[in-house]
């Protein structure tokens, strides 16, 4: 039986620790028999990575040249071949193995299904999007009523959360998303926007252009969340943030090597993620990321802490 091709795409760029615990576990986590492979890396100066990256004999696609984190999605966009499109950053670990992929295809292909959200959310992020999320009628809240979001379930018996409208239905940033390769290129190129540009977008304005091209498209398209996360955001810095490269060769907030056998995280195999199963809306980051060798940054109710850290004032290293 034929199954569908998923291009699996890396954005790379002066992070190696964490490109090679993004490529590791996914080679580790990811259960699925027809990928596509691809590495665009914009010309990165950190030593050992580009020897790293042309190391990678299975890649199917491997391209480094000086450009723009928009540019460097673009090219992943026009070299795709998979009818499903995993775009992902290298600022992440997978965390969990096995057939998950097959899930999100299965989600992912429905009509009304736009962005499918695969990473571990932080407990607080869950309790705004869909405990706390106000009903709303004709664009306006009622007040003290609360959305009950929409649940599918799959032939595995997975579900998926609908974010309704609580974030935007086409997984805009581009990165750690997963969506059929038609929508990405039916919305057309990132498209870089100075003026709605801030310190902390490292795609420079073109997320926000997106979602407003996405919404003047007006298409009937809901966001999901994949209840067991499969991966999680690589969280090094002890303020609750992981270290961010801006304006060429900065790289703001603590930046540390993978602490055991190449990870930060442990990973679950699928008979151990049903643990998790009763947490309400879903497990949150807290619950099932568990770091090897060194602790969380939680706050005093156990909540991860998170800061972007990239101002006029905080310090940062060079890389070149």
Known sequence: MSVPLVTVAVVSYNRLHYLRALIDSAR????YPALQWIVVDGASVEPGLREYVESLDFLDELVVRDCTHAEAMNEIVERA????????????????????????????????????????????????????RPRRVRGRPIPGVRARPRRVRVSSGAEFIGYGDARDPVGAAG???????????????WRENR???????????SEADMIERAHRAGLDLEAFLMRIPAAADVVTDPRGTKARVRFGNRRYGHYAPPPAD???????????????????????????????????????????????????????????
């Open 195 to 205: 003026a709605l540009t801030t310190m902390q977008d490292s795609g420079l304005g």
């Open 28 to 31: 580790r986590c990811i259960d």
């Open 175 to 189: 990165i750690v998303t997963f969506v059929r390769t038609e929508l990405r290129r039916a919305l057309g190129p």
């Open 262 to 320: 190449g990870l930060y995280y442990r990973i679950w195999d699928e008979g151990e993620v049903a643990r998790f199963a009763a947490l309400e809306p879903a497990p949150g980051f807290e619950d099932i990321v568990e770091p090897l060798g060194f602790d969380l940054p939680l706050d005093e109710h156990g909540d991860l802490l998170k800061t972007n850290v990239i101002d006029d004032d905080e310090p940062y290293e060079s890389i070149a």
């Open 81 to 132: 071949n998979g009818e499903f499109l995993l775009m992902l950053p290298e600022d992440i670990q997978f965390i969990r193995r096995g057939p998950w992929l097959r899930d999100m295809i299965e989600v992912a292909a429905r009509p009304e299904v736009g962005h499918v959200q695969f990473d571990a959310q932080r407990r607080e992020t869950l309790r705004r999007h869909f405990l706390e």
